[in-house]
């Protein structure tokens, strides 16, 4: 009985591995986001772009219009940095298409993917 009981304290100490660290979730970005046209929320699935970068991108382009994605960098908190993770994710004219993809990784190496719309 004891030796259960060490077990247990020992695995609740160093932690058992679950289902969550098992398959760590990743996200997949594809397809692209008209500057001039999207909305706050299809601007919001850009991969590091939350509600309020999404709201300057909207006042900037109020106004004046993207002529090139490059102008990204003109809205504050949008550096190089961020604007080069970004920039396959841009365009000026089309439909915004992008979809992010939840793709999980379990211990046996086979992806799972889980569309967000």
Do not use: C
Not at 82 to 111: C, I, N, S, Y
């Amino acid at each position: 009985m004891r030796a259960v009981w060490a077990a247990l304290l020992v695995g609740l100490w160093v932690g058992w591995p679950d289902a969550a660290e098992a398959a760590r979730p990743r996200h997949q970005f594809t397809g692209v986001v008209n500057l001039n046209e999207a909305s706050a929320s299809q601007l919001d699935l850009l991969p590091g772009i939350g509600e309020k970068a999404a709201q300057r991108i909207i006042q900037h382009r109020e106004k004046r219009r993207f002529q090139r994605v490059e102008e990204l960098v003109r809205v504050k908190g949008f550096g190089k940095k961020k604007f080069l993770k970004l920039k396959p994710h841009l365009a000026l004219d089309g439909p915004t298409t992008l979809r992010v993809e939840q793709v999980l990784m379990p211990a046996d190496g086979k992806e799972v993917v889980a569309t967000n719309n």
